[in-house]
């Protein structure tokens, strides 16, 4: 099921001309620090109700995660923040994984064997591991944050 | 009444010509039949060379497979052999590069062990102040260049009370190489129990380094703080520093990303082999067991790690109870192991060591001689320093004491590194695992597609045994035989019986062809039906040994729980000892 919204109200739509003009510009330097900090358990626990209910998520649920999102990586430019967020899907009836396209603010799950898009095929094997809450996918970079927000990184 | 003569016909001719042709059609009916028989024969030939080919080709097979064993035993030997000619000789410039040391560096051996032969003489009262002075006078002489004599001029000026000179001896050693002669006389001032002078010493040695680029000798006031040697207000000055280091350092995350990929070489080093015997079809039957056997070893790092952390922190600490006598062993490792003349030398001999240690393999020596030829690196930054000290305690002469503090303040690095180990080794493991069994081949991720995998299997099979009966047929030879006899008879038409037996025989040739390609056709579901049970038995097989490893896995994967959690109850204040001081020490 694939939930496309491509509405282009400025309080959701992530463009740089709707980003703080005050805030500072973090180098990528700087920002390979901050992404190595843990997760906060509010981010931790949005991305956890991906699962709730049914597999169409419903407007405002989808408008509170990218909320959440904005403010968990608000200190890091925006082309540095992660392609996509992977994790175990639990819906069942064969969804093995549902995917979160930032940028497209997409969400959609995913049946075994079907091909992922924007290149997280990379990340599905780890995002399946029950080891780890969810897969931040990047450029260069997985990483792989636990439950209690611990990041790890793989180079890709 | 006319006559009429009739004569009667001459057929004298014509019988001799219908004669003439049943002779010829009999000579040419035996024709038929002989070339009948050659064809037979020829049809059997062909069949007895087919056979005979099927034995050449089985033969060839197995002289190929022979041929193929050998070649690999033979390159196992030639592996053996190079190795065991890299072995002997290692061994022979091992010897060379000790001499070539001892030739060029030997002579500071004396100056080195009069250090200490000076310092515990003195303690002893048993020399005269002249035999001091004279001694490291002349060694002074023997030995230009080298930092440690003026050291010895110094003291022995100091022992026997000449400011003038000690300050003279001192300015040189100075200028020889201020660091060390710092670190020195710190040391020796604490040994002679002069807080103050051993406290500005140690700031004088710490004005003079940069964290990025320190000195190895550095190595020496980690193990001293570690060891509780130095006073009270020293014991602060290197904890403020060590920390000031650390928090200048960590604010650079290129240091940081440095460190973290130095301790992943560093960890992924104590992976050992898993023993992948028991999955005995799976190294046979899928593409996947390279990444599946990657998998198990990576697992041993977890106990393999923790075995080793056990054997730092509770281990026993090897120092004299004696403060005197520990510190002679730090000034004696000051003394002896930090010269930077020998480096080139002492990097050689590490390499050789490694070529020896790993029993001639060249190139298990130059990797596991990479991480460790950090330590002879002439600078290094404190972060690295922590990494050596951490994981080659012995090569860079620290003690255990002087390991534990630096896992400890290297905490957050060794976590960060493992953690990333860990997700890289279960992201590659393999999600789903092909099994290929001839033609065929199966995906599963976790063997609950059995049932599935065999139906598969079993579909296979019947598709390949239809086809290979449908190629089962009566070949051209069979048709000619039969239009042969056909038209024989047809020809001998006129001579009924001559005609019947060459139909008789042809049909009955025929008739033989087609019974021998029946006997075949039936014959092809009884070997599948075998082939089909063999390899299901093994498919079933496979399964199993898939189920094993996906339990096995978690379960050594589940170990690094216990290492992790042991890491995390390292805390570096428990680290720095106090065998020495009565106060309570200002610790990191």
């Not at chain 2, 290197?238 to 960890?267: A, G, H, P, T, V």
Request: with cysteine; proline share 1%.
């Amino acid at each position: 099921m694939i939930l496309n919204n491509k509405e282009t109200t400025n309080s959701s739509k992530l463009t740089t001309s709707n980003m703080n003009t005050t805030r500072n510009e973090i180098t990528k330097i700087d920002s390979d620090k901050l992404l190595r900090n843990k997760r906060s358990k509010k981010y931790i626990d949005a991305l956890s109700k991906l699962d709730s209910g049914d597999v169409c998520i419903d407007k405002s649920l989808k408008e509170e995660l990218l909320s959440i999102i904005r403010e968990e990586f608000e200190q890091i430019e925006m082309t540095l923040w992660p392609i996509g967020i992977i994790s175990k899907c639990y819906l069942g009836d064969n969804y093995e994984v549902h995917t979160l396209n930032i940028s497209l603010q997409i969400i959609e799950h995913f049946k075994t064997n079907e091909k992922l898009p924007y290149g997280m095929d990379v990340a599905r094997n780890i995002a399946s591991n029950k080891n780890y809450a969810f897969v931040e996918v990047y450029n260069n970079y997985l990483r792989v944050v636990s439950n209690e927000g611990i990041v790890s990184e793989i180079k890709i | 009444m006319s006559e009429k003569i009739i004569h009667n016909a001459d057929l004298r001719n014509i019988e001799y010509n219908l004669s003439n042709l049943s002779n010829n059609v009999s000579n040419l009916y035996n024709s038929v039949n002989i070339a009948n028989n050659n064809i037979a024969q020829i049809a059997n030939e062909i069949n007895q060379t087919n056979n005979n080919f099927l034995v050449v080709f089985s033969k060839v097979e197995e002289v190929d497979t022979k041929l193929e064993k050998f070649y690999q035993e033979f390159q196992t030997f030639v592996a053996k052999d190079i190795m065991s000619k890299e072995l002997q000789l290692a061994e022979t410039r091992l010897v060379k590069v000790r001499q070539e040391l001892e030739n060029k560096f030997g002579h500071y051996e004396k100056v080195r062990k009069h250090t200490i032969g000076i310092l515990q003489a003195v303690d002893m009262g048993l020399i005269r102040k002249e035999t001091i002075t004279t001694s490291t006078e002349e060694l002074l002489l023997s030995t230009p260049g080298y930092w440690l004599a003026p050291c010895l001029v110094t003291l022995s000026a100091w022992i026997c009370d000449d400011q003038n000179l000690a300050n003279k001896a001192l300015n040189e050693a100075i200028r020889r190489n201020d660091e060390k002669t710092s670190l020195f006389f710190a040391l020796i001032n604490r040994r002679v129990s002069r807080y103050e002078a051993c406290e500005a010493w140690l700031k004088r040695y710490f004005a003079m380094q940069d964290p990025k680029k320190l000195e190895r000798e550095m190595i020496i006031v980690v193990d001293a703080y570690a060891n509780g040697m130095f006073g009270s207000d020293s014991s602060g000055e290197c904890s403020k520093k060590m920390k000031e280091w650390m928090s200048e350092l960590s604010e650079k995350n290129e240091f940081i990303q440095e460190q973290r990929e130095n301790w992943k070489k560093s960890l992924r080093l104590r992976e050992g082999k898993f023993n992948c015997n028991e999955y005995t079809y799976l190294s046979q039957y899928s593409r996947d067991w390279n990444a599946i056997e990657k998998a198990l070893n990576s697992t041993t790092l977890h106990d393999n790690l923790l075995n080793f952390l056990k054997g730092v922190f509770e281990g026993e600490i090897n120092i004299s109870p004696n403060l005197k006598v520990a510190l002679d062993d730090m000034l004696t490792n000051l003394v002896t192991n930090f010269d930077k003349e020998e480096l080139p030398l002492r990097k050689q001999e590490n390499y050789i060591q490694a070529i020896i240690d790993c029993d001639g393999d060249k190139d298990l020596a130059k990797k596991k001689s990479e991480l460790s030829e950090r330590i002879y690196d002439e600078y290094i930054s404190f972060t690295q320093l922590l990494t050596n000290a951490s994981m080659f305690g012995s090569e860079v002469h620290s003690s255990r004491a002087a390991q534990r503090l630096s896992i400890a303040l290297s905490k957050s690095w060794i976590v960060e590194a493992y953690d990333d180990i860990i997700a890289e080794n279960r992201l590659n493991v393999p999600a789903n695992i092909q099994i290929d069994i001839d033609e065929w081949n199966g995906t599963t991720a976790d063997g609950s597609n059995e049932q599935e995998l065999i139906k598969d299997f079993d579909n296979h099979c019947d598709k390949k045994m239809k086809e290979e009966i449908a190629k089962i047929k009566l070949n051209t030879a069979s048709f000619i035989k039969v239009i042969i006899g056909i038209g024989l008879g047809a020809l001998l038409i006129s001579n009924i019986p001559y005609a019947f037996i060459a139909w008789v025989v042809s049909i009955g040739i025929f008739a033989f062809d087609y019974w021998k390609v029946i006997k075949k056709k039936k014959a092809v579901p009884g070997i599948y039906a075998d082939y089909k049970e063999k390899n299901v038995m093994g498919i079933k097989a496979l399964i199993a040994e898939i189920v094993d490893f996906r339990r096995q896995y978690e379960k050594e994967d589940k170990k690094c729980e216990a290492t992790r959690d042991y890491i995390d109850r390292i805390v570096p204040s428990h680290y720095v000892y106090n065998n020495f001081n009565k106060n309570r020490n200002i610790i990191i």
